[in-house]
């Protein structure tokens, strides 16, 4: 019997798919902006172009995630929706060979033969195509992905996640906006490294650990290289 205050099925599984990427959405919107604006602040103090550079990152961050989200959910919504059209085509016209294919898959998970044809008889009679869909492709017809809601909520993360180092940047005094970005960015890339670990059910030192080496390797070399231009004259 199902607990109507437990979660079952995919639905818990759908949920942690998008809570991980919104955390994926979002530190990539803090290491590729916080970079960008470090990057400017080596070579200049002027505030205008570290806000200039940084809105473009903002936007240009959000529509690559946005666009690159589209695609990807988009192929995926494709492929899935042929092969729903495929298997109910197949229920149409082979419905005593999808019978017994369905029974011969319950079979392999271990029913007897008689136990797993009773099975896929009831499955098919209730909702022939739902049954099969589940048992061949793990497909649920009703939980295919919008590519405009992955994209939206891509987009979203990603900014969620630049206003912190453009803030940082931006708002503090000229000397110690460099240091007090460094730090923000660091913190703020620990914690998505541990959600992003508790979700995936890892362990979240490492996970932190790892997302803060390389957040602070983006930064330093931007930094750098930020910081040998704006000596060197070039810009």
Request: aromatic share 4%; hydrophobic share 50%.
């Amino acid at each position: 019997m199902l607990h109507a205050n437990e979660p079952h099925g995919n639905d818990i599984a759908h949920r942690l798919n998008w809570l991980r990427a919104g955390v994926l959405g979002a530190n990539d919107g803090i290491v590729s902006v916080a970079a960008i604006v470090v990057g400017v602040a080596g070579a200049t103090t002027q505030t205008g172009p570290i806000l200039i550079a940084g809105a473009a990152g903002v936007v240009g961050g959000a529509i690559s995630m946005a666009l690159g989200e589209y695609v990807s959910v988009s192929s995926q919504s494709d492929s899935q929706k042929a092969l729903i059209e495929k298997e109910r085509r197949e229920l149409e016209e082979e419905p005593e060979e999808e019978l017994a294919e369905l029974a011969a898959i319950y079979q392999s998970k271990g029913l007897s033969q008689d136990t797993a044809l009773a099975v896929a008889r009831e499955l098919t009679a209730h909702d022939a195509l739902s049954a099969h869909l589940s048992a061949e492709l793990n497909i649920d017809q009703e939980d295919i992905a919008s590519p405009w809601h992955a994209a939206f909520a891509s987009a979203i993360a990603f900014v969620a996640g630049a206003v912190l180092p453009m803030l940082a940047i931006l708002l503090p005094p000229e000397n110690i906006r460099v240091p007090l970005t460094f730090a923000a960015v660091l913190v703020a890339l620990a914690a998505t490294g541990s959600v992003g670990a508790w979700i995936g059910g890892s362990s979240k030192s490492k996970a932190a650990v790892r997302v803060v080496i390389g957040g602070a390797l983006a930064l330093a070399a931007t930094f750098a290289i930020g910081s040998l231009l704006g000596a060197t004259g070039v810009i």
